[in-house]
């Protein structure tokens, strides 16, 4: 009988044979000896690293991140979340240039002033008390005085005071009088104005005739930013922003429960 063919599949025909390409032999420099580093114990010096992670930083300034983590875990009342939204930068430019103008005078000047006022005296002129310039009033004390008195003009808090609590009322304040209040970045800004290290706030009472525009255009801005916005500030909670693995986790069981809801209607 004749044999019978096994099917099976055709043998395709071998690729031909590539030329082999021949790299060119690196040429060493006998001059330049390798001396490949060991960073085993004991051995070469280990490379510079980013090690901030592994340091053991000072009590102060983990107090401070960690207060900065929590702000942003915990849930913040309105009354402190409106700290946190300051004036913008091209009006509080235009409110410091304003104010450096009425910076009140440091006791070199007084010294001074005072030092001439008594050698007019010596030589037997009449004592002729200078007259106060306006300036810019410091200090809560003074600052809420003013206001309850509505002598204020205009009203500037520093948003980062510590404790909160020296300035909290002064927005509610400013509101219930009916004085314009705006709330800035830094104490240490208001504390430059008037030769201080910080200042939790400062106010207007008076101003130069040729200063009252510019004035009346910061009061009307000032308004439109705080003193009209009085309700949804009051609405408005800060805080509540999880953690990446807080998010990935929630993320997850919400996965899981949507998971299992297709497979119930399924």
């Known amino acids: 009988m004749p044999n019978k063919q096994k099917k099976g599949k055709k043998k395709v025909a071998a690729a031909p044979l590539a030329a082999k390409k021949v790299e060119p032999k690196k040429v060493v420099n006998p001059l330049f000896e390798k001396r490949p580093k060991n960073f085993g114990i004991g051995q070469d010096i280990q490379p510079k690293r980013d090690l901030s992670r592994f340091v053991r930083w000072p009590k102060y300034i983990r107090l401070q991140r960690q207060v900065a983590i929590l702000k942003q875990r915990l849930k913040v009342p309105p009354p402190i979340n409106q700290f946190t939204q300051a004036l913008d930068r091209q009006t509080a430019t235009q ?57 204020a003009q205009l009203v500037v808090i520093a948003h980062d005071v510590d404790p909160i609590e020296i300035v909290l009322f002064l927005p509610a304040l400013c509101r219930k009088m009916g004085v314009p209040y705006c709330i800035v970045k830094g104490k240490a800004r208001l504390g430059q104005v008037v030769h201080r290290k910080t200042a ?23 308004k439109t930013n705080f003193n009209d916005r009085a309700d949804e500030i009051r609405r408005h909670w800060g805080g509540g922003v999880m953690g990446s693995k807080s998010l990935a986790r ?17």
């Open 95 to 151: 409110l410091f240039k304003l104010m450096d103008k009425y910076r009140p005078e440091t006791r070199q000047e007084k010294a001074a002033r005072l030092q001439g006022r008594a050698e007019e005296r010596v030589k037997g002129k009449p004592d002729a008390p200078t007259k106060r310039p306006p300036v810019v009033r410091s200090g809560v004390n003074t600052v809420t005085a003013l206001i309850e008195k509505k002598k």
């Open 250 to 266: 929630i993320a997850k069981f919400e996965k899981a429960k949507a998971k299992e809801l297709a497979q119930k209607s399924a």
């Open 200 to 222: 939790t706030c400062l106010a207007f009472t008076t101003v130069n005739p040729e200063d009252k525009a510019q004035l009346s255009k910061l009061v009307d801005a000032v």
